[in-house]
């Protein structure tokens, strides 16, 4: 009798030292999530966040349980925002079969976006929320009907606090200026470049420039002491580009030198490789620029130099002008 007891109690801690919801205290670097167990009929989840403050990334433990006379198919899986920004994994997660009467325990990995804004301004994911929602989509064999399981793990209070004291970092992104009159500017520039039935279409967005069919996405922000920038450029004309990579640069806009020389690497995406600075139509490149610098006032409008980064035959310039970068609030 003492022998089935001491065996009880074993097993009784191994499975409360293992369940993917019981509650673990965050350390310096992972932030904790817990929820109890959902349960959407057949389907019973108890699910448990680690979020790596280091790198970003989130690993769910969701241990499922099929309670019902027939066998699930695990299709959906996600993690979303209190906002609704919905991100999908990155890893240990494909449709599986779960028999019925069985449960088993998968880690799925997850890098969520969770602040939009800041993602499509600077390619940053953002500071961690506090508290997620798992989703998960099932069928049951033989029926079309999707059932739908939601976990809501959240982290302890104290422990997203300190986080946020600790670890959050001020961060400014950057947009082009829409309202300096760019797009006429540059339109007129260009009716005296392109060939006589040739159209100049140039337009200008927060985040985007089409010039004559090239198209610029890009993504910049400032951290400490550092700037960082990615533009992609991907070449629909019929004419070819070159790319002039001493002649970009970010400076503030009262400034003609800010700090240290720029940093730039370059890879062409798609094309060929024996130019790498030379887009004919069809080619893609990839842009990245680092900058160090000694002050930037906040917020501080900024430069981007591509007046002479970009070159025609003849040689001739395709941009015209500079183009101003505006803060953004986040």
């Given amino acids: 009798m003492k022998l089935s007891l001491i065996a009880v109690l074993a097993f009784s801690i191994f499975f409360s030292c293992n369940s993917p919801h019981n509650k673990t205290k965050s350390t310096a670097n992972e932030l904790?999530?817990?929820?109890?167990?959902?349960?959407?009929?057949?389907?019973?989840?108890?699910?448990?966040?680690?979020?790596?403050?280091?790198?970003?990334?989130?690993?769910a433990q969701i241990k499922l349980s099929n309670s019902g006379s027939a066998p699930v198919n695990i299709q959906n899986l996600d993690i979303s925002t209190p906002e609704g920004i919905r991100s999908l994994?990155?890893?240990?997660?494909?449709?599986?079969?779960?028999?019925?009467?069985?449960?088993?325990?998968?880690?799925?990995?997850?890098?969520?976006?969770?602040?939009?804004?800041?993602?499509?301004?600077?390619?940053?994911?953002?500071?961690?929320?506090?508290?997620?929602?798992?989703?998960?989509?099932?069928?049951?064999?033989?029926?079309?009907?999707?059932?739908?399981?939601?976990?809501?793990?959240?982290?302890?209070?104290?422990?997203?606090?300190?986080?946020?004291?600790?670890?959050?970092?001020?961060?400014?992104?950057?947009?082009?200026?829409?309202?300096?009159?760019?797009?006429?500017?540059?339109?007129?520039?260009?009716?005296?470049?392109?060939?006589?039935?040739?159209?100049a279409f140039v337009y200008l967005s927060e985040h985007e420039i089409a010039v004559a069919g090239l198209n610029f996405r890009l993504k910049t922000y400032a951290q400490h002491d550092t700037i960082y920038s990615e533009l992609l450029v991907i070449n629909h004309a019929d004419f070819p580009v070159k790319f002039m990579p001493d002649s970009l640069t970010i400076t503030a806009s009262s400034q003609k030198i800010l700090g240290a020389i720029g940093i730039i690497k370059f890879e062409k995406i798609s094309g060929s490789q024996s130019d790498a600075n030379m887009m004919e139509k069809g080619d893609r490149l990839l842009i990245h620029y680092k900058k160090h610098i000694k002050t930037v006032a906040t917020p501080a409008s900024l430069v981007l130099h591509l007046k002479s980064s970009f070159v025609l035959s003849g040689p001739k310039n395709l941009f015209g002008e500079d183009i101003e970068l505006v803060p953004l609030q986040f």
């Fill in 32 to 59: 904790i999530y817990s929820a109890s167990d959902t349960t959407a009929g057949y389907l019973s989840a108890g699910v448990s966040l680690a979020a790596n403050i280091k790198t970003g990334e989130v690993t």
């Fill in 89 to 199: 994994p990155t890893a240990g997660f494909a449709p599986f079969l779960l028999a019925r009467g069985k449960d088993t325990t998968i880690a799925v990995k997850f890098n969520p976006i969770n602040d939009l804004k800041l993602y499509q301004a600077t390619g940053l994911n953002g500071s961690f929320k506090p508290g997620y929602t798992i989703s998960l989509d099932y069928k049951v064999p033989g029926s079309d009907n999707m059932i739908s399981l939601a976990s809501k793990p959240v982290a302890d209070k104290t422990d997203f606090i300190d986080y946020e004291k600790k670890d959050k970092k001020p961060i400014t992104g950057y947009s082009f200026n829409t309202k300096a009159g760019f797009n006429e500017r540059e339109t007129k520039y260009l009716a005296g470049l392109m060939p006589a039935g040739k159209p």
